[in-house]
């Protein structure tokens, strides 16, 4: 009998005292707290009121359900978050995301709008706390709240999207069916699991049609099952009907080994037929390769976030390992046969630098935790030969100085030079133990291997140990170098540092110095543009009198045109400027022609505006006759063209346009 269940049975009955009352989960300590937090939220009052088989909930009873879905709801989200579980489209983690979306849904019921969820987190802390002391550490506190309100507010702006096309589905029916496709289209656009759709069409008294939901969706798996099927044989191996035995490793402290060929599969490839390389995407030309199976290997498989190893079959490349079931497979790129002896060695310099990347990340998940917070949880990672990729779980990104603090660490350890050491023990003797890393899920064997940076050899006192079946070096010094290369989010609570070590940050903090050096060279070349673009100015304005000068001895009328032939808009703009003063009454229209392209700009007095000569108007009849457009206020105004060649045209019509 369930937790819940014992205390609606003591605290229902009055200590078994008083049986006249509903025994009911709800009515318990254990959700009263959230029940009274909810009220004072949103302005509702809990009465315990149960719906009535065979009628739609409405009034009391709605709010009394939307506050039993909330309450339970949240208690879930709280402890899953906190026990390292992130919301996400596939596995438990999806789960989680309905469950949050179905709570948020019910909020509306409420009048939430905005995220509320998160704000209930708190009352879980204190009510459950002794229960469930995760949920009251700060740090996990503080992630669980963040995770959910990205989500509430994630699925808010789905939500007010769906809902308008739900609303508008509903309008236009005939019937009491809600078809499937428009069903269908609420899942696949707006991630609306398809009960909550029809819990919204049960509230307005309609079914929906999910025999033909579900016929859309297997249709769309089939799909996603075809496209699958195509890409799989890149990164995947196929030995369900070979009789083998498992393989034997021997590539922890030998990368060459004589072996015996097992098993042989041909298989098909995808080729980019621009690169002839494999493709994982967009594949187009087929070809062959071969699963080579061995009865022994040095050949590291794809396990633990660590790449498989390539290398050499005899003669025959291999281009990746994969496993099976305990099954090594090495994806060739020519057929052995089985019964043939080879020799199987591992490409070094690319092991070697593989097993750097693993090393460092031991170390980066060490310093995370001393520099970050022991709360950060790896939720992912990939070693490669060239980098490595490592996630994990905080509610925000780290600061420049955290960054640093880390790569400060790290190097301090490679710079020790300290030992690396791994060894096997009993599951039974290590687990449990909080200075061993080990992971929420992960499921240990009998015996497992540990690894371990520091302290003495299987003495369990280095700084750095952690479960793990991966390749690494010998000391940290073969590290040579740590270097941080970015860190971005991934999802809602979830930060991805990308790093590189030896050669590889060495070229990186090269790289990234030619990058800045250009960077700067380009704002020295950006400040000297705007210093001539000053001068440019500063020159201009000095000859604007004397032009204006020119132009008012040869002023004939109230109307001052002029062709500065090859001036810019910006000494136009000057010339104005210096007439403005000059000029009492009239209208001033100037043009000039510079890079193929025509400036108009035309200055109107403020006495033959208030008569209704317009600036804007002017100018902008006159660049239509090169080809161009353009306008602006009464008083002053600006245009171009695209045809220099009709500029003086342009200008001849001024007496006409300004008369007009």
């Known amino acids: 009998m369930g937790f819940e269940r014992v205390c609606s049975m003591i605290q229902c009955t ?28 949103s302005g509702n009052r809990y009465t315990n009121t149960l719906p009535e088989p065979g009628v739609l909930p409405h009034g009391q009873i709605a709010v009394d359900i939307a506050f039993r879905v909330i309450a339970d709801h949240i208690r879930c989200l709280s402890f899953a ?12 983690g999806y789960v989680l995301r309905r469950i949050l979306r179905r709570a948020a849904r019910y909020g509306r019921t409420l009048g939430f709008h905005e995220p509320f969820l998160y704000k209930l987190v708190d009352v879980i802390s204190k009510t459950m706390g002794d229960a469930f002391p995760e949920i009251r550490n700060e740090s996990r506190r503080n992630n669980v709240k963040f995770v959910i309100e990205t989500e509430e507010k994630a699925f808010n702006r789905r939500l007010e999207h769906g ?26 656009t707006y991630g609306f699991p398809v009960d909550l759709t029809e819990l919204m069409a049960r509230e307005r008294g309609l079914t929906v049609d999910t025999t033909s939901f579900k016929e859309l969706m297997e249709e769309q798996r089939k799909l996603a099952r ?54 994982e995407l ?9 699963d080579v199976i061995l009865d022994r290997t040095p050949f590291y498989a ?79 990672s990939l070693v490669a030969p060239d980098r490595l990729r490592f996630d994990f779980n905080h509610p925000e990104h780290l600061s420049d100085q955290q960054i640093a603090d880390i ?24 687990r449990g133990k909080p200075n061993i890393m080990q992971f929420f899920g992960d499921k240990y064997g009998d015996v497992v291997r540990i690894v371990q940076i520091g302290g003495h050899d299987k003495a369990l ?7 793990c079946g991966g390749t690494h070096t010998r000391t940290t010094g073969e590290l040579g170098l740590f270097k941080i290369m970015r860190e971005s989010a991934v999802a809602a609570g979830i930060r991805r540092v990308e790093a590189v070590c030896g050669q590889f940050a060495l070229e990186f903090i090269q790289k990234q110095g030619e990058q800045e050096k250009a960077e700067a060279e380009k704002a020295r070349a950006r400040e000297q543009e705007k210093e001539l673009a000053k001068q440019r100015q500063a020159a201009m304005q000095s000859k604007a009198p004397a032009i204006a000068e020119q132009l008012l001895a040869k002023q004939q009328g109230k109307v001052l045109v002029s062709n500065l032939a090859e001036a810019t808009p910006d000494l136009l703009r000057a010339v104005v400027d210096a007439l403005k003063t000059k000029v009492t009454s009239g209208v001033v229209v100037l043009g000039g022609a510079t890079e193929g392209k025509v400036s108009l700009i035309c200055y109107v007095t403020p006495d033959l505006v208030k008569q209704g000569k317009h600036a804007g108007k002017i100018v902008g009849e006159l660049a239509k006759i090169c080809g161009g457009g353009g306008g602006g206020r009464p008083d002053t105004a600006q245009a171009g063209g695209k045809q220099p060649e009709k500029l003086a045209e342009a200008l001849a019509a001024v007496p006409r346009i300004v008369g007009s």
């Open 302 to 380: 794809e396990m633990g976030g660590q790449v498989g190893d390539k290398g050499l079959l005899g003669s025959a490349q291999v281009l990746d390992t994969q496993t099976q079931g305990g099954v090594y497979v090495h994806r060739c790129s020519i057929p052995l046969t089985e019964g043939q002896k080879v020799r199987a060695a591992v490409d070094v310099p690319r092991r070697s630098n593989i097993q750097r990347h693993h090393t460092v990340t031991h170390l980066f998940h060490w310093a995370l935790h001393e520099v970050v917070s022991r709360e950060a949880r790896q939720k992912g």
């Open 81 to 92: 978050i906190a026990d390292g579980i992130a919301p996400k489209n596939d596995g438990r």
């Open 163 to 188: 809902v308008a096309l739900f609303e508008e589905v509903v309008s236009g029916l005939n019937g009491n069916v809600f078809p499937a496709k428009e069903a269908f289209e609420l899942y696949d």
């Open 407 to 430: 790569e400060k660490l790290v190097n301090e350890r490679i710079k020790e030079n300290a030992a690396v050491y791994w060894f096997e023990m009993p599951y039974a003797d290590v």
């Open 461 to 467: 006192d280095g700084y750095s140990m952690e479960l």
């Open 226 to 279: 075809q496209d699958y099927e195509k890409k799989k044989s890149t990164v995947s191996v196929v030995t369900e009907d070979l009789q083998v035995e498992p393989t034997q490793f021997v590539g922890y402290d030998n990368l060459e080994a004589e072996a015996l060929v097992t098993a042989v599969r041909s298989v098909t490839a995808y080729l980019d037929p621009r690169t002839r390389q494999r493709a």
């Open 14 to 41: 009055k200590g078994f005292q008083d049986f006249t009352r509903p025994v009911s989960n709800y009515e318990t300590d254990a959700f009263s707290p959230i029940f009274r937090e909810l009220e004072k939220l």
């Open 282 to 290: 967009f594949q187009i030309e087929q070809s062959h390769e071969f």
